[in-house]
């Protein structure tokens, strides 16, 4: 158990924080497996690059990734003050997300479920 004031706790916590800029799309209604497909494209390529294959990709995954991609690059120019010219994307992963479970009727009484899933999708960026 941590021991100090909860202010002081916080503080310690913080200061251990990522300082690398980043965006994070939850829930989003794609599943982790098709979102993974476009985020393996772009993984280690600079932001220039990534929008590049993010604006022809046809998946419908690129479109939710390519908007995550621009408000990480924000993200890094006015909060961070970073050179969005040096960015590249060092971390991209999509974590799974609940489950939405729906029934659809079958055939005599049957119901087959139906799972339409979900995923948090992050983009952390670094500067070369």
């Known amino acids: 158990m941590a ?5 002081q706790i916080k503080r310690e916590r913080n200061a251990n924080k990522d300082k690398r800029p980043s965006a994070k799309l939850s829930y989003a209604r ?7 497909f476009v985020l393996d494209a772009i993984r280690g390529k600079d932001v220039q ?7 022809y990709n046809p998946r419908y995954a690129s479109r939710l990734i390519e908007k ?29 997300a ?5 029934i659809h009727p079958r055939a005599q009484g049957r119901a087959y479920h139906i799972l339409k899933r979900m995923s948090h999708i992050t983009v952390v960026l670094d500067e070369r």
């Open 30 to 36: 794609v599943s982790v497996q098709k979102a993974c």
């Open 98 to 102: 609940p489950t939405m479970k729906r």
């Open 68 to 96: 995550l991609l621009k408000s990480a690059v924000a993200n890094a120019e006015n909060n961070n003050g970073m050179d969005s010219s040096k960015l590249f994307v060092s971390e991209c992963y999509a974590n799974e």
């Open 3 to 7: 021991k100090g004031h909860r202010s």
């Open 49 to 55: 690059t990534a929008l590049g294959i993010l604006a």
